[in-house]
């Protein structure tokens, strides 16, 4: 595999109680990626997040996940799904009203982050000892999708800044999209829980969150 620099990547992240612009699939196709049919794609742009309700498609495979608008095309008010695969879907789609919600300049914000690292949850192991093996044990499933953990530097003056606060302070939870250069997307759901500062003697500023994952991080592409 070809190394890729890490140079160039855009971070953003959903804004708390942001307004969403909301649409309903006329059609939904089955293939790689999927491709949405709505009323009118008047305003999308590659790259915007759109998360999927329930019952937005009846296609199981997109249907409650978080995608990356691809490709619109404006003549036939069609967008694809980065990442998607409906190809085998069993089902029959039956758009669901209002079924995406797709977030606009308005409802995200970007974020100038020094680091960002994601620790995976390891599966416990439940115990099953005996008198005869009291060191016995089974091994047991992950509860969770793990945590991440991001670093960058005070600004009071940044609206990312701003917004990690208020994410941290009202415990709901926020989308966050990473754009890694020529390499797709990763996306994942997060809530935040704790955020720490670190004040050298001599020095930068500094902060760090850790956020608990929704779901595990997924590589769009």
């Known amino acids: 595999m070809a190394a890729k620099s890490s ?14 612009t ?18 009118d794609v008047t305003g999308l742009v590659e790259g915007q997040l759109v998360t999927l309700t329930s019952d937005a498609t009846a296609f199981s495979e997109i249907d409650g996940k978080t995608f990356v608008i691809g ?24 758009g669901g009203t209002d079924g995406f919600e797709v977030y606009g300049t308005t409802a995200i914000v970007g974020l100038c982050l020094s680091s960002i690292g994601f620790n995976p949850e390891s599966p416990q192991t439940v115990s099953v000892g005996t008198f005869c093996n009291p060191s016995a044990s089974i091994p047991g499933a992950a509860t969770g999708a793990g945590t991440v953990d991001m670093a960058g530097y005070v600004d009071t003056t940044a609206d990312d800044y701003k917004e990690l606060l208020a994410a941290e302070a009202d415990g709901k939870e926020r989308i966050v999209k990473i ?6 997307y990763i996306i994942f759901p997060v809530t935040f829980s704790a955020m720490n500062w670190d004040l050298p003697l001599e020095g930068a500023v500094s902060w760090s969150a850790s956020g608990t994952l929704g779901s595990r991080a997924i590589h769009l592409f």
Do not use: H
């Open 71 to 94: 490709k619109v095309d404006t003549t036939a008010n069609t967008f694809e799904l980065v990442g998607s695969d409906t190809t085998a879907a069993p089902g029959t789609f039956t």
């Open 7 to 20: 140079k160039g990547i855009m971070i953003e992240m959903s804004k708390g109680g942001a307004t969403t």
């Open 22 to 39: 909301k649409l309903t699939a006329t059609a939904a196709t089955k293939a790689a990626p999927c491709v949405i049919t709505v009323a």
């Open 179 to 184: 754009k890694l250069p020529d390499n797709g």
